[in-house]
T-cell receptor, first 117, second 111 residues
Framework: ETGVTQTPRHLVMGMTNKKSLKCEQH?????MYWYKQSAKKPLELMFV???????ENNSVPSRFSPECPNSSHLFLHLHTLQPEDSALYLC????????????????FGDGTRLSIL | GQQLNQSPQSMFIQEGEDVSMNCTSS?????WLWYKQDPGEGPVLLIALYKAGELTSNGRLTAQFGITRKDSFLNISASIPSDVGIYFCAGQTGANSKLTFGKGITLSVRP
C-alpha cells in the first residue's frame, strides 16, 4: 500500500469542465508537491506546499489551482484546460521541504492520468 | 538551471544479464536519488545517496555517488522481467536547492 494516494487514477474531461485531483499522504510528512509528467520530458514541478502553506508556484497557468487544507491533503483544481495539459499528474510528499536546507527524499503517488478532449 | 543527463533513452537486455545506467551533470550535486517507475504507477524511491564515493545496495541494485559529484551510477545484477520500467535519477546541488530530475531510461528485459 502506497503512503501517497491519488484519486482519481484516470480522468477524461472537456476543455470547459471543472474537476479536481486529490492527493492524501499517510506518512506524516510536512511538505507536498504537484508535478506534471509528460512523455520524454523530465518531471516538471508545479507547486510546493510546506505545513499547508504554498512556498512555490513554478509559473503555472491559473487554470490550475492548488489547495492544501492540511499537511496530509493536497488538491489540484482544474478548469478550462487545454489539450496540451493532458499528462500524468503526480503528487509527492517529503518529511521536510526539499531545498529548505533539507535533502529528504520525496515519495510519490501513482498519479492521475489526465486526458483533455 | 541544473540538468541531469540520462542516456540512452532505452536499453534492452536479456534476462539474467547485468546492466549499468549513469546520470551525469555539468554541476556538482550533493544528493543523488534513483527512482523506478512501473507502467501506470508513480516513481518509487530505490536508493538515496548523500556522500561522494558512497556505494549503497538495495537487493540486486547498487548505486554509487561519483567521486567528482557530477555523476551517479545504478547497477542492476542478474536482471529479471520485473526490472522492466523507467529509471530516473534525481539530485540536489545543495540542501537549499530544488530536486532536479533526469528524463529517465526505459529498461526492457527479454525473457
Amino acid at each position: 500500500e502506497t503512503g501517497v494516494t491519488q484519486t482519481p487514477r484516470h480522468l477524461v474531461m472537456g476543455m470547459t469542465n471543472k474537476k479536481s485531483l486529490k492527493c492524501e499522504q499517510h506518512l506524516g510528512h510536512n511538505a507536498m508537491y504537484w508535478y506534471k509528467q509528460s512523455a520524454k520530458k523530465p518531471l516538471e514541478l508545479m507547486f510546493v506546499y510546506n505545513f499547508k502553506e504554498q512556498t512555490e508556484n513554478n509559473s503555472v497557468p491559473s487554470r490550475f489551482s492548488p489547495e492544501c487544507p492540511n499537511s496530509s491533503h493536497l488538491f489540484l483544481h482544474l478548469h478550462t484546460l487545454q489539450p496540451e495539459d493532458s499528462a500524468l499528474y503526480l503528487c509527492a510528499s517529503s518529511r521536510t521541504l526539499t531545498g529548505r536546507y533539507s535533502n529528504q527524499p520525496q515519495h510519490f503517488g501513482d498519479g492521475t492520468r489526465l486526458s483533455i478532449l | 538551471g541544473q540538468q541531469l543527463n540520462q542516456s540512452p533513452q532505452s536499453m534492452f537486455i536479456q534476462e539474467g544479464e547485468d546492466v549499468s545506467m549513469n546520470c551525469t551533470s555539468s554541476s556538482i550535486f550533493n544528493t543523488w536519488l534513483w527512482y523506478k517507475q512501473d507502467p501506470g504507477e508513480g516513481p518509487v524511491l530505490l536508493i538515496a545517496l548523500y556522500k561522494a564515493g558512497e556505494l549503497t545496495s538495495n537487493g540486486r541494485l547498487t548505486a554509487q555517488f561519483g567521486i567528482t559529484r557530477k555523476d551517479s551510477f545504478l547497477n542492476i545484477s542478474a536482471s529479471i522481467p520485473s526490472d522492466v520500467g523507467i529509471y530516473f535519477c534525481a539530485g540536489q546541488t545543495g540542501a537549499n536547492s530544488k530536486l532536479t530530475f533526469g528524463k529517465g531510461i526505459t529498461l526492457s528485459v527479454r525473457p
